[in-house]
């Protein structure tokens, strides 16, 4: 079965930490996804990344950054967190061109205090 | 211009009825586009896509493209309660990423 985990359900922080958010497939998934969703405004794209180590800014990068060290993880983090970056925040995965469908992970409901 | 737009919600509907959601572009080289299910406190799920004009058929769900008017949109027959979710269109440029630009999402609920 398609599986892709995040590292924790909710996560609160307070303004100026250093967060990790991580993502984790079992699909043997090329390509990896952060996106942030907030009312009204739909699914962000953040960053994805089509190979290990490989990295392409989305829509909204500032203040946000990535590693992909291994094909099956993908981290975000938030360099030093801002209460505009309480959101929830969902990781996705998708095999090759040829396959359609990004498969999302349970999210991360993130809340900078 | 927003690059989806999406008809602007909630929309209700009554159990059995068809329920209409509509979804605009404005990147003319949008090669694929695809329809998410998110039920609420839960991710997106894929229950549709579409890549070529006209109609696609899966059960009780009918996608339908018109490239030309830039234009896609899912009807659900027979809505059941289940259906009551937020749905989001999504199109899908070239390329082997194939980076996905979501709109903001229709929330609808069938009402039993």
């Known amino acids: 079965d398609v599986k892709v985990t995040q590292s924790s359900r909710y996560l609160v922080k307070r303004t100026g930490e250093k967060v990790f958010l991580e993502c984790v497939q079992d699909?043997?998934?090329?390509?990896m996804f952060w996106y942030r969703q907030d009312p009204g405004l739909g699914l962000r794209l953040i960053y994805f990344?089509?190979?290990?180590?490989?990295?392409e800014k989305g829509d909204i990068p500032e203040g946000y950054s990535v590693s992909r060290e291994k094909k099956e993880r993908f981290s975000l983090i938030l360099e030093s967190a801002s209460t505009n970056q309480t959101s929830m925040y969902l990781c996705?995965?998708?095999?090759?061109?040829?396959?359609?469908?990004?498969?999302f992970g349970p999210g991360t409901r993130l809340t900078v205090l | 211009q927003k690059e989806v737009e999406q008809n602007s919600g909630p929309l209700s509907v009554p159990e059995g009825a068809i329920a209409s959601l509509n979804c605009t572009y404005s990147?003319?080289?949008?090669?694929?586009f695809f329809w998410y299910r998110q039920y609420s406190g839960k991710s997106p799920e894929l229950i549709m896509f579409?890549?070529?004009?006209g109609d696609k058929e899966d059960g009780r769900f009918t996608a339908q493209l018109n490239k030309a008017s830039q234009y896609v949109s899912l009807l659900i027959r027979d809505s059941q309660p289940s259906d009551s979710a937020t749905y989001l269109c999504?199109?899908?440029?070239?390329?082997?990423?194939?980076?996905?630009?979501f709109g903001q999402g229709t929330r609808l609920t069938i009402n039993p």
């Open positions: 579409i890549y070529s004009n």
């Open positions: 999504a199109f899908g440029n070239t390329g082997g990423a194939q980076k996905l630009v």
């Open positions: 990344s089509y190979d290990v180590k490989m990295k």
């Open positions: 990147d003319r080289g949008s090669q694929s």
């Open positions: 699909m043997d998934h090329e390509n």
């Open positions: 996705a995965s998708k095999g090759l061109a040829g396959e359609n469908e990004q498969f």
